[in-house]
């Protein structure tokens, strides 16, 4: 079965710093990847994926990815980070031809001014 | 586009009374409609899997006849938490597809049973 691993379960950063979360999966073949942003009390929004082609994807809010095949990773990465940012941040994998993903753990983004 | 709603955003009940949560595709036909409970700090946990005019599927250790998934259309599906407990407060998240490979989520609904 497929696996998502997201390592860290809390991230700190100052306001203005570069970030990375990490994500790492475990499947036969190359899924589907996802990167979602979760706000207190909110639903998730998609910040980015990645079905096929360039391997380094750009997203919304200045986010972007770069998927590994030999390393089966895809970590979400911003230059420059916000206040605003804080938040959870949910990778997701899905099987070629699946419905349903399987959803990393989170990560808790917490920002300092 | 890919716009999915819920309705309520939260809503508050007592021990014992029924709720229901409806989740929308506002503006694409989805074949597919899926339930997920969150807990606070935790990750989307799968309910069920639901298509259209067809009974839900849902995942191993979820109760059927306690959470009630009807897919009347292919714009609509609601989720009734029946007999509501405290243990039933959680936040609740559906998600639509209209094809394989990817769902788009709805906002969410926080049920509080008292």
């Known amino acids: 079965a497929q696996s998502v691993t997201q390592p860290d379960i809390h991230i700190t950063v100052s306001e203005g710093a570069s970030l990375e979360l990490r994500c790492n999966y475990s499947?036969?073949?190359?899924?589907?990847l996802f990167w979602y942003v979760q706000s207190p009390g909110q639903g998730l929004q998609l910040l980015l994926k990645?079905?096929?082609?360039?391997?380094l994807v750009q997203g919304i809010k200045g986010f972007e990815a770069e998927f590994k095949r030999s390393q089966s990773s895809f970590n979400l990465r911003k230059p420059s980070v916000h206040w605003s940012d804080a938040a959870e941040y949910f990778c997701?994998?899905?099987?070629?031809?699946?419905?349903?993903?399987?959803f990393g753990r989170g990560t808790s983004l917490i920002v300092h001014p | 586009g890919a716009v999915v709603s819920q309705h309520p955003s939260w809503v508050i009940c007592k021990s014992g009374t029924s709720v229901k949560i409806e989740c929308r595709s506002l503006?694409?036909?989805?074949?597919?409609m899926f339930w997920y409970r969150q807990f606070p700090k935790q990750s989307l946990m799968l309910m069920a899997t639901?298509?259209?005019?067809?009974?839900?599927?849902?995942e191993q250790g979820v109760e059927k006849d306690k959470f009630l998934i009807n897919h009347a259309s292919l714009t609509l599906s609601t989720l009734t938490v029946t007999s509501a407990h405290p243990e039933d407060s959680s936040f609740y998240i559906c998600?639509?597809?209209?094809?394989?490979?990817?769902?788009?989520f709805g906002p969410g609904t926080r049920l509080t049973v008292l």
């Open positions: 990645y079905f096929s082609g360039d391997t």
């Open positions: 503006d694409f036909q989805a074949t597919t």
């Open positions: 998600s639509a597809a209209q094809e394989a490979n990817e769902q788009f």
């Open positions: 997701a994998v899905v099987p070629g031809g699946s419905y349903i993903p399987t």
């Open positions: 639901s298509n259209e005019g067809s009974k839900a599927t849902y």
């Open positions: 499947y036969g073949a190359t899924p589907y």
